[in-house]
């Protein structure tokens, strides 16, 4: 090899100026032919694993194994639908042993907050936690910045816990359309705390109440919340309402809060028989009232297991899964049937172009449907 020269650009005056040196190349072996005109570089494909692999590697706890399950599930590909659904047929007799717990609230309320706090605090007591958070997606691009995890840094560097965020795709009610199936990995991944985080949700969408054991909701002081109470809506749905960022000057005012929610919870019917449900104040800044929470979903579990109503309210839950994945795959099978999907964009621009009612139009996309089959 020659020796070692300056680049042309270099100042051959001042040589010590530039670090910078050049160098003749070797070719290595077999090099020549690689290099060839006309050769298409092609990206190796990574080998999807068999549905065995994943229950192994699921059932044994393995974190990279259990997001692609969750992956796999979330797929909206025709081909990964029946590979996903033998997966969770396979794993379900080793789900249903933990204690769900649905987070809700307003925008800003701290809801990434206050489940770092209080999953730290419940790894800290030897449980497996599971975090599920829900990011909003947007209605322009489809797109959701799925930020949770990052976010919640001390709790994902927790070797206890598993974050995973999920985009809603469009879903009403705050949630995932699979968080149900990616609720039953984390089970059967050996997670005894499932906490689910929606996006921030309104009065109406409470779905989330349908898929957990207690649900809980996050307010704010001075933001007006307390009159929502008076709505009914999301609040008679609530087993704990969280008067959250009650700390430094803010703790007064959110005790006041507190008092002014439990004076309402009174003439609400309670979210689950034989409890009360009512209102409580923590801060995530300084843990005050972090282990008392668990200390009430604790009472709550034991309470509904005594009575039958948690285990009723799973099965209740189970029959509503069932309606919803019947709705979901009718939906699908709609609109990626060979017929309706030749005459949907057809009949589209006749109403737009007014030539057609909307109610005709539907109608001939459901005959063309029904008849097919």
């Known amino acids: 090899m020659g020796a070692d020269h300056k680049p042309e650009w270099s100042d051959p005056n001042n040589p010590e100026s530039c670090s910078s040196i050049v160098r003749k190349g070797q070719e290595q072996e077999g090099q020549a032919a690689a290099l060839q005109k006309n050769i298409r570089f092609q990206k190796r494909r990574s080998s999807e694993p068999s549905v065995d692999e994943l229950y192994e590697g699921v059932i044994n706890g ?3 194994i259990l997001a692609r399950a969750i992956t796999l599930v979330e797929s909206n590909a025709e081909q990964h639908f029946q590979k996903a659904q033998e997966l969770l047929q396979k794993l379900l007799s080793h789900s249903g042993k933990s204690i769900r ?9 701290g809801k990434s907050t206050f489940i770092e706090a209080f999953g730290t605090y419940l790894c800290s007591l030897g449980h497996q936690v599971a975090v599920l958070a829900i990011d909003p997606s947007s209605s322009i691009s489809g797109g959701s ?7 919640m840094e001390q709790l994902s560097r927790n070797p206890k816990a598993f974050i995973r965020p999920s985009p809603t795709a469009g879903k009403l009610g705050g949630v995932h359309r699979k968080t149900r199936e990616a609720m039953l990995i984390c089970e059967a991944a050996g997670f005894d705390v499932i906490l689910i985080e929606t996006v921030g949700v309104g009065q109406s969408e409470v779905i989330i109440r349908d898929m957990v054991d207690f649900f809980m909701l996050l307010v704010l002081t001075g933001a007006g919340d307390e009159l929502q109470g008076m709505k009914k809506g999301i609040m008679e749905l609530a087993d704990a309402i969280l008067v959250h960022k009650a700390d430094a000057s803010n703790k007064q005012k959110a005790e006041q809060t ?5 004076r309402i919870l009174h003439f609400l019917q309670p979210a689950t028989k034989g409890w009360a449900t009512k209102a409580y104040t923590c801060s995530s800044l300084t843990q005050e ?3 008392r929470i668990w200390d009430v979903i604790q ?4 309470t509904g297991k005594t ?3 948690f285990d009723n309210r799973r099965k209740i839950q189970a029959r509503e899964w069932l309606y919803s994945m019947i709705a979901d795959q009718l939906l699908f099978s709609f609109y990626h049937h060979v017929d309706v999907k030749s005459a949907l964009p057809k009949l589209e621009n006749e109403v ?3 030539e057609t009612t909307v109610a005709t139009a539907v109608e001939k996309l459901f005959n063309t449907f029904s008849s097919s089959k």
Do not use: H, M, W
């Open 289 to 291: 009232g972090i282990s």
């Open 258 to 262: 507190r008092k002014e929610y439990n």
């Open 145 to 151: 910045i799925l930020g949770d995890k990052t976010r």
């Open 307 to 309: 009575s039958g109503v």
């Open 352 to 354: 737009i172009a007014g």
């Open 299 to 302: 009472s709550f579990e034991q």
């Open 62 to 64: 393995n974190r990279s």
């Open 101 to 109: 717990i649905g987070i809700t609230g307003v925008p800003g309320a």
